[in-house]
């Protein structure tokens, strides 16, 4: 159903992600730069159609589920329809509205519920109530000293037998001496600073396997950036891009690179994602284990 190329890398399969997997089928998506909300949810449908599914881990039929740090509801609304038998908790630290989202479905799932908390505060939940609990695409928001205690907190709501699922976003994979590979070398000095690791994604497997759980497993996703990618590898473009202007002055007020080598080394960039011919690739880490 899904074309791509793929290898196999000890101990995680990697699946490079074409253009004509992405094409094949799919409504035309807005770059996802409007607003928060559509970059979040253009994230998950891309991953959804590279995967089949809404998860890694090898899930039989759990009957309470968590997500912590669910941002818009999707990932949740769509679980609690494919699990009918589980009950969903979301959990965000921001309000979580999934009205307008619900509308559209009939009948509406009902096996599901939103909370507002802090997951760097401690989740609002006894030990053991969950049999699987899913996070994603928090590292922007996670300090890396946080990582193990934002783990064991989460294994903490996880019954034995349970799974632990994490998903996040890695450095991109360039040529060498690519303006991209500069680029983001400048906003993880940036992010650093800010006790930030943006390349926390590519050790998610490790923590989890250094969190005690067993059978732990991974997969890794990549996804075009740049024109080469088609209209979706454009709006993958387009977001990373966007991510660069809004990174553009605290590069330079911390004198990481000075004003005119950044924005030279930004119009570099541009000309990269605008060649057809090859280009980088944004890769997401997903990582399971299950508690002992």
């Keep these: 159903m899904f074309r791509w190329l793929s290898r196999r890398e000890n101990p995680s399969a990697t699946l490079r992600v074409t253009a004509q997997t992405l094409e094949q089928g799919a409504p035309y998506i807005l770059p996802p730069t409007a607003a928060e909300e559509n970059r979040l949810d253009f994230q998950h449908q891309m991953l959804y159609r590279a995967l089949g599914r809404n998860y890694g881990a090898p899930l039989r039929q759990p009957q309470k589920i968590l997500d912590v740090g669910c941002g818009t509801g999707r990932w949740v609304v769509e679980m609690a329809m494919q699990f ?3 009950n969903l908790t979301g959990i965000d630290i921001t309000p979580v509205n ?3 989202l619900l509308a559209q479905i009939t009948p509406p799932p009902d096996n599901l519920v939103f909370i507002q908390g802090d997951i760097l505060q401690g989740l609002p939940f006894a030990p053991a109530s969950f049999d699987y609990v899913h ?7 996670l300090p890396e000293g946080q990582w193990p205690r934002v783990i064991q907190e989460i294994v903490r709501v996880v019954h034995p037998g349970g799974w632990v699922e994490l998903g996040e976003f890695g450095p991109p994979v360039t040529q060498p001496g690519a303006a991209l590979e500069k680029l983001w070398d400048t906003w993880g000095q940036l992010s650093q600073q800010r006790g930030i690791n943006l390349n926390a994604g590519s050790r998610i497997q490790d923590r989890l396997a250094g969190a005690g759980l067993g059978n732990v497993g991974g997969q890794s996703v990549q996804f075009p950036l740049g024109d080469h990618g ?3 590898g454009h709006a993958f473009g387009a977001d990373l891009l966007a991510l660069g202007r809004s990174l553009r002055l605290g590069v ?3 004198a990481i690179m000075p004003e005119a080598e950044y924005d030279a080394l930004y119009q570099r960039t541009q000309a990269e994602f605008a060649d057809t011919r090859a280009g980088a690739y944004q890769p997401i880490y997903l ?3 299950q508690k002992r």
């Design 84 to 86: 009918p038998q589980a």
């Design 98 to 100: 999934v009205t307008a």
């Design 135 to 141: 996070q994603r695409f928090l590292s922007a928001a």
């Design 230 to 232: 088609g209209r979706f």
């Design 252 to 254: 330079i007020k911390q």
């Design 287 to 289: 990582a399971w284990g």
